[in-house]
């Protein structure tokens, strides 16, 4: 079963994130309090657990949140879902995968440390179609498509 394992927020663009245990996401806006959030594309970023794990086998001294992403998950290979998944976070979450990955800041600390980065491939964002409350350890399970 897929589960949130983190829960991290910046409130300036441009500084590192820091974990907390319970996040507001706002519909159509994204994370309270959260610097990327606003009506755009890119409400919410998610990273699976098993990325971050990727880049410590490289020799890169990461956790959760370094990779700026709001919303770190286990149990769910998040890059290969399609644009358009909905995904249900806890009991009051519906967010909708709008992109996969993105073009990373010129000077990534990462990509100094170990010559590389995953958000560019692996990282995936999402809009809020429903908000609420969302906590370390709450559940995440992918909407089964009505075209399926």
């Known amino acids: 079963m897929?589960?949130?394992?983190?829960?991290?927020?910046?409130?300036?663009k441009g500084q590192k994130k820091h974990n907390i245990p319970e996040a507001k996401l706002i519909t159509d806006f994204g994370m309270e309090g959260d610097a990327h959030a606003g009506k755009w594309h890119r409400q919410i970023s998610l990273l699976g657990i098993q990325s971050i794990d990727l880049m410590r086998a490289k020799g890169a001294d990461v956790n959760p949140g370094d990779f700026a992403e709001n919303i770190t998950i286990e149990g769910i290979v998040l890059y290969e879902l399609p644009v358009g998944t909905r995904l249900f976070v806890g009991d009051e979450v519906l967010l909708e995968v709008t992109?996969?990955?993105?073009?990373c800041h010129s000077g990534c600390e990462i990509q100094k440390q170990v010559g590389s980065c995953i958000m560019p491939t692996q990282?995936?964002?999402?809009?809020?179609?429903?908000?609420?409350?969302?906590?370390?350890?709450?559940?995440?399970?992918?909407?089964?498509?009505?075209s399926e």
């Open 2 to 12: 897929a589960k949130v394992i983190a829960i991290s927020i910046s409130e300036k």
């Open 99 to 103: 992109q996969i990955g993105k073009e």
């Open 123 to 146: 990282g995936i964002f999402a809009k809020v179609l429903s908000g609420g409350m969302i906590h370390v350890g709450d559940t995440v399970v992918v909407e089964e498509s009505a």
